[in-house]
Structures are given as structure tokens and as C-alpha cells.
T-cell receptor, first 113, second 115 residues
Framework: KNQVEQSPQSLIILEGKNCTLQ??????????LRWYKQDTGRGPVSLTI?????NTKSNGRYTATLDADTKQSSLHITASQLSDSASYIC????????????FGRGTSLIVHP | EPEVTQTPSHQVTQMGQEVILRCVPI?????FYWYRQILGQKVEFLVS????????KSEIFDDQFSVERPDGSNFTLKIRSTKLEDSAMYFC?????????????FGSGTQLSVL
């Protein structure tokens, strides 16, 4: 069964600090992995997409990594801002067959001033 | 950037009542989805819709649920007889193509509360 596990479940950091969120998956055959940001009461918004051949991708202060061998991804946030407070969701899609992606439970990040 | 819009933002209903949640997907998108998120839990897939028919549905999407694209712009989710456990945030999403690399655009959701 396709599964996506994220850690930590929640994280509190001070403004300006860096943090790293983790995602492990068992989706197969792997097609791509997306990180979404979900602000409270809003729909998820895509931050990055990683395909099999990509190891690192950046989007501003967000940097995602992918290790397709160990089936792990991380999202690193640099110089956090108060507006980074949100849930970060790892979503993995399989290739072939169903295009319905598998969602993780998300990591709730709170950035304190 | 174009947006998926959902109405209403909040819906309160009595158990056993019918509700219709409305969505306007992005205009040139062809694939439409409904997801739900129970408070504190992960986003769950309900149904996908393409070419005026359901292409996939989850086991959550039972006979109480139906979807419709009544015209060229709206995409609706109907819950025939609501239960307490239907209380959740319901997200509509769309994408231009059906391939797995295509980005899903989500609406802001409808918070459904069943009393």
C-alpha cells in the first residue's frame, strides 16, 4: 500500500532560524514528489516538484532534496519568517495507472518572533 | 495566478440534510477533483472527474456522494444525507492535464459542519 510518512508532526522555531522537514514514502513506481504549503483554513499550494532524476530543487528560501534510493525527501527552510507558519505536506505520485497522489499528514510549523 | 474558487466558505447543516458544495475550476483545466480534510488529519482523496464522468473514486465516496459539472464552469459535490462524520474541510482541485507531473491547484475549501 502506498504510504507517505512525515516527521516531525509539529515544529516550533524562532524567526530567522533554519529548519528541515522529513518525508519518507513507499509509493511505487515513483513518479514525482511535491511539497505543499497549507496555510490555516486555506487549500494547499505547491512549493516544489521533484522527479526521479532530481536531487535538489530550490524555490526561494525553500530547498527540497530527494533520495530515490532510500525513498526520502526533505524540505529545508532557510531564515524562517513568521509567514512560514503553516502545515507542510509531502505528496507522492506513482507512474502509470492511477494518477491520484498519496498525501502525508503534514508537519505543522510555527515560527515565533 | 488563476485560482480555483469555492463557495460557500462555510456551511452548517443538520444531520440528514442534503448539501451542495460548489467549485469553479481554472478555466482551461480539464481534470477536477474533490478532497476532504477532517480536522487534524491528512488530506484525503474523494473523487476525480474528467470528460463529464468520474474517473476514480475512493472508498469514502459512497452512494451518499455525487459530483456534477452542470455547465461549462461549475463543478459540484453533493452529499445526499449528511452524517456527523462528514464534518470536514472540502477542497476542490483542478489541473490542466491528467499526468502525474501536472500541478494540482486547490481552492480555499468549504468548511462543512454537520450538527
Amino acid at each position: 500500500k502506498n504510504q507517505v510518512e512525515q516527521s516531525p508532526q509539529s515544529l516550533i522555531i524562532l524567526e530567522g532560524k533554519n529548519c528541515t522537514l522529513q518525508c519518507n514514502y513507499t509509493v511505487s513506481p515513483f513518479s514525482n514528489l511535491r511539497w505543499y504549503k497549507q496555510d490555516t483554513g486555506r487549500g494547499p499550494v505547491s512549493l516544489t516538484i521533484m522527479t526521479f532524476s532530481e536531487n535538489t530543487k530550490s524555490n526561494g528560501r525553500y530547498t527540497a532534496t530527494l533520495d530515490a534510493d532510500t525513498k526520502q525527501s526533505s524540505l529545508h527552510i532557510t531564515a524562517s519568517q513568521l509567514s512560514d507558519s503553516a502545515s507542510y505536506i509531502c505528496v507522492v505520485s506513482a507512474s502509470g495507472g492511477s494518477y491520484i497522489p498519496t498525501f502525508g499528514r503534514g508537519t505543522s510549523l510555527i515560527v515565533h518572533p | 495566478e488563476p485560482e480555483v474558487t469555492q463557495t460557500p466558505s462555510h456551511q452548517v447543516t443538520q444531520m440528514g440534510q442534503e448539501v451542495i458544495l460548489r467549485c469553479v475550476p481554472i478555466s482551461n483545466h480539464l481534470y477536477f477533483y474533490w478532497y476532504r480534510q477532517i480536522l487534524g488529519q491528512k488530506v484525503e482523496f474523494l473523487v476525480s472527474f474528467y470528460n463529464n464522468e468520474i474517473s476514480e473514486k475512493s472508498e469514502i465516496f459512497d452512494d451518499q456522494f455525487s459530483v456534477e459539472r452542470p455547465d461549462g464552469s461549475n463543478f459540484t459535490l453533493k452529499i445526499r444525507s449528511t452524517k456527523l462524520e462528514d464534518s470536514a474541510m472540502y477542497f476542490c482541485a483542478s489541473r490542466r492535464q491528467g499526468g502525474s507531473n501536472e500541478k494540482l491547484f486547490f481552492g480555499s475549501g468549504t468548511q462543512l459542519s454537520v450538527l
